[in-house]
Every structure is written in structure tokens, then in C-alpha cells.
Nanobody
Framework: EVQLVESGGGLVQAGGSLRLSCAASGFTFDDYTIGWFRQAPGKERKGVSCMSSRDGTYYEDSVKGRFTISSDKAKNTVYLQMNSLKPEDTAVYYC???????????????????WGQGTQVTVSS
């Protein structure tokens, strides 16, 4: 059974940092693109960052230069380091697994079929 468990969310002041973790199990971690998505209140869920099996990466424009995605393959975990946080980064953050192996790092949501429960990130001004 595929499982994705996010952690690391919380309340932080603007300009602060958080590191989100996504612990994965139930599949061959090395073979799949893992994505981070977020959903702010009243808004659609959007792709934030992805990492492919070949360590390709994608960042949404608003987080480029502030967020960094990485993975620890020994721990089957993907991280999202978030620096210089802004109030507009406030959202529930989800990690998700692509439905097919060996794909590029692109955040088309219909292609991500396994999702974690989400972790809340709140950035105060």
C-alpha cells in the first residue's frame, strides 16, 4: 500500500523558514516523481515543486530562489526547505506520487494519484 506522510508544518513569522518532510512507503521510491502541492483557503490546489527519479526539479515561479526540494533515498523521504516565507505561502501542503515511474518533474495534478494527508503552513505578517 502506497503511503505518504507529511510533517514539518507550523506557524512561522514572515521571513522565517520551515522544512517539510514527506516519508514514503509501499513503492520503489527511486523510480517515481514526487511533488509538493499547496492549497490556500478558497483557492485551487497548485503545484509548488517536484523532483523526478533522475533528480530533475521543478519550481513554481513564486517560490524559485526561496524553496528547495531534495530527497534522501536511504530514508525514502522528500524534503521541501522553505526560506524567506511570506504570508502568501500560507496553505496546506501536500506531497504526492506520480502514477507512472520514470517521468519528468512536472506538476500536472491528474498524474499524481497518491496523496498524503497534508500539513498546515501558516506564515504571519
Amino acid at each position: 500500500e502506497v503511503q505518504l506522510v507529511e510533517s514539518g508544518g507550523g506557524l512561522v513569522q514572515a521571513g522565517g523558514s520551515l522544512r517539510l518532510s514527506c516519508a514514503a512507503s509501499g513503492f520503489t521510491f527511486d523510480d517515481y516523481t514526487i511533488g509538493w502541492f499547496r492549497q490556500a483557503p478558497g483557492k485551487e490546489r497548485k503545484g509548488v515543486s517536484c523532483m523526478s527519479s533522475r533528480d530533475g526539479t521543478y519550481y513554481e515561479d513564486s517560490v524559485k530562489g526561496r524553496f528547495t526540494i531534495s530527497s534522501d533515498k536511504a530514508k525514502n523521504t522528500v524534503y521541501l526547505q522553505m526560506n524567506s516565507l511570506k504570508p502568501e505561502d500560507t496553505a496546506v501542503y501536500y506531497c504526492a506520487k506520480h502514477r507512472r515511474p520514470f517521468t519528468t518533474a512536472q506538476p500536472q495534478q491528474p498524474d499524481f494519484t497518491s496523496w498524503g494527508q497534508g500539513t498546515q503552513v501558516t506564515v504571519s505578517s
